[in-house]
């Protein structure tokens, strides 16, 4: 009996020391793996983007869209200054005939006469005028100015220089024309009796009478691509015959 008991006791104090010392040597048997793992992670290497290639090509294409870029720039550039001076061209010509017709202001209506000396009438002063000035030959009748070929202006649109014309009724259609001064004024010779004079437009006489404007001034010589920025298309690529 007393030799089951100390067998019995034995048992009972060796089997926890045994699993205990089981359960040690297991998870020292695994730590090196999870350090293993561990390392392998760390050691992973850090993974970028693949640079892209450049070519030769691409560099050529580069500096080629960068050439036509300034070429473009250059050029709308010297388009905005031309047109800029051709405005002011016009501006001055305008003005010049504006100051030309002023100076005539008191000269005599005649019917049919075309010049400071002998009388003028409505279109002779017209005629006069752009004669005096820029040596331009025009039509000799108010109709006649009024089918010219020339752009034809909205009275919100006039500037010094253009022709306004009238229908005042003494006959049928447009049977009177003026020169524009600007700010509402016209200067005209007006009928037997007067003398060449400013009128306003606004004036309701001659608001009621009112029926057209049209630019005759010659217009500065431009390039004809002047009239859009310049677009510079690519070139086309050459292939060579085999």
């Not at 020391?17 to 050691?43: F, G, I």
């Not at 004036?203 to 677009?231: D, G, I």
Request: with cysteine.
């Amino acid at each position: 009996m007393r030799l089951f008991l100390l067998t019995w006791l034995s048992a009972c104090l060796v089997l926890p020391v045994a699993a205990q010392a089981k359960e040690n040597s297991a998870a020292r048997t695994a730590a090196p793996v999870h350090k293993v793992a561990a390392r392998h992670v760390t050691a992973a290497p850090n993974l970028k983007p693949a640079a892209r290639h450049v070519t030769a090509a691409d560099k050529h294409t580069q500096v080629a869209s960068a050439a036509r870029a300034k070429r473009v720039a250059r050029a709308n550039s010297t388009l905005h200054r031309k047109q800029a001076t051709a405005q002011a061209a016009t501006r001055n010509v305008g003005a010049q005939v504006a100051t030309r017709a002023m100076d005539l202001v008191g000269t005599p209506y005649r019917f049919g006469g075309t010049s400071p000396k002998n009388g003028l009438d409505c279109s002779g002063l017209v005629n006069y005028v752009y004669r005096d000035i820029h040596n331009v030959k025009l039509p000799r009748t108010s109709r006649e100015l009024a089918q010219l070929k020339g752009p034809k202006v909205a009275r919100s649109d006039l500037k010094a220089g253009d022709l306004v014309f009238f229908k005042t009724g003494q006959r049928s259609g447009i049977d009177h024309v003026a020169i524009y001064l600007g700010n509402d004024r016209f200067v005209h010779a007006p009928r037997s009796g007067e003398s060449v004079r400013v009128d306003h437009l606004s004036k309701p006489y001659w608001n009621k009478r009112f029926a057209s404007a049209k630019r005759v001034l010659p217009q500065p010589t431009t390039l004809a691509a002047e009239t859009s920025p310049v677009v510079d298309k690519p070139r086309a690529k050459r292939t060579r015959k085999s």
